[in-house]
C-alpha cells in the first residue's frame, strides 16, 4: 500500500492504518529499535509506541514521508529508552559509542538557549546531508540516524569496513566543518 494510502485510513480513523504501517514499516522500525536498544522487547515496545504515537497525531498531522517520520518517532522513543536503561545501570553498547563519534563536531543541548541552538545545528546538518553524494549520505544515515553497525553498513553497501570507517571520518570532519561555517560552535 502507498503511503498516501495508508495516511487516507489514518484520516479516515481506521483501525487498518495500523495494520498497513505494520505491514509496511514494521521492521523497519523494529531495526532500528534494535540498532539502539539491543533488546527485542525494549524494541517492540517502542515501534508499538510509535504506531500509537502516529495514530494519536495523524490527523492532523500529514507527514510528507511517512517513512521518515516514523522513522524519527522510533529513533528519539528507542534513544529515551536507552538512556531511561543506562541512567539505572551504566553499560557499554553502540550507542555511546555513537555519540562519541559525533562529540567533536555537533555541540550538545543543556539549557533552553542550547536546546534552540539544537534546532539550528538540526536544520544545518539537513542542509549538509543533502550536499552529499547519495551513497555518502544513505551511509551516514544509516549510522548515526539508524544506529547501524559499521559491519552491518559495510555488508550492505559491499565495501570494507576499514573504507566505510574512513568514510564516516571525512564526512564527520565535513560536518564539523560546515558547522563552523555556519557560526554554529562545535
Known sequence: MEDHEILDLY????EYAIEETKIK????LQRT???ILHNAEDAEECVNDT??????????????SL???????????ALNKWEANTAQKRGGGEVPLLLS???DCVPTADSPEETFEATLVTEAIDRYLSTLEVATRKLFVLRYF???????????FKISESKTKSILFRTRKKLGAFL???GIKV
Open 51 to 64: 504506531l500509537f504515537q502516529a495514530w494519536e497525531a495523524i490527523p492532523p498531522a500529514r507527514p510528507e
Open 33 to 35: 529499535a534494535m540498532n
Open 67 to 77: 517513512g521518515a517520520y516514523l522513522a524519527k518517532i522510533t529513533r528519539n522513543l
Open 180 to 182: 563552523e561555517k555556519e
Open 25 to 28: 514499516y514494521g521492521n523497519r
Open 101 to 103: 563519534e559525533l562529540e
Open 11 to 14: 484520516f479516515l480513523r481506521s
Open 146 to 156: 539508524h544506529g547501524e553497525s559499521i559491519k552491518e553498513i559495510s555488508s550492505r
